[in-house]
């Protein structure tokens, strides 16, 4: 066993693990975010996707040994006192989910989309999303979700800036 110190969500947790636990399986089972999903055992459909130290990664392909130290975010993080992030809000005003599975990491893959580029195209949202699977949607709701997420965050920079915070 090895001892870790992880920030999940803005908290710090201090756990023995052992090296083999998937990061995934240590946030659900370990710290209790059960919002972060599996969906697959290949890698390859992104429900399970998180922030790690601000940076989108597939949690069931990290070692949870290879959190220590560092911060994760995971979808239960986003929203604020009972008030949805816009992204979040985005995707339910857009009706961009059916079952719902592959909304966490929809959403945290979206935000390191525009993380990067804050006014993506279409076409960037498409690619930038392009590691994450949703067997529901069809993706058109959830890419016209993204733009709206993307101009609902950039309107919230503006405001902040000129409440001069
Ligand atoms: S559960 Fe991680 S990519 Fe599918
Ligand atoms: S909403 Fe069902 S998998 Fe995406």
Do not use: W
């Amino acid at each position: 066993m090895t001892r870790i110190s992880v920030t999940v969500d803005g908290s710090t947790y201090s756990d023995e693990v052992e090296p083999r636990m998937l990061l995934v399986h240590y946030l659900r089972e370990v710290v209790g975010k059960v919002g972060t999903v599996i969906g697959c055992d290949t890698s390859n459909c992104g429900a399970c996707t998180v922030h790690l130290d601000g940076v989108s990664v597939k949690s069931c392909n990290l070692l949870a040994v290879q959190a220590d130290g560092h911060e994760v975010s995971t979808i239960e993080g986003l929203a604020r006192d009972g008030v949805l992030h816009p992204m979040q809000e985005a995707f339910r005003a857009c009706h961009a989910l059916q079952c719902g599975y592959c909304t966490p990491g929809m959403i945290m893959q979206s935000l390191d989309v525009v993380r990067e580029n804050p006014t993506p195209s279409e076409e960037e949202i498409r690619k930038g999303l392009e590691g994450n699977l949703c067997r529901c949607t069809g993706y058109h709701n959830i890419v016209r979700a993204v733009e709206q997420g993307a101009a609902a965050m950039a309107g919230s920079r503006t405001a902040d800036v000129m409440a001069g915070e």
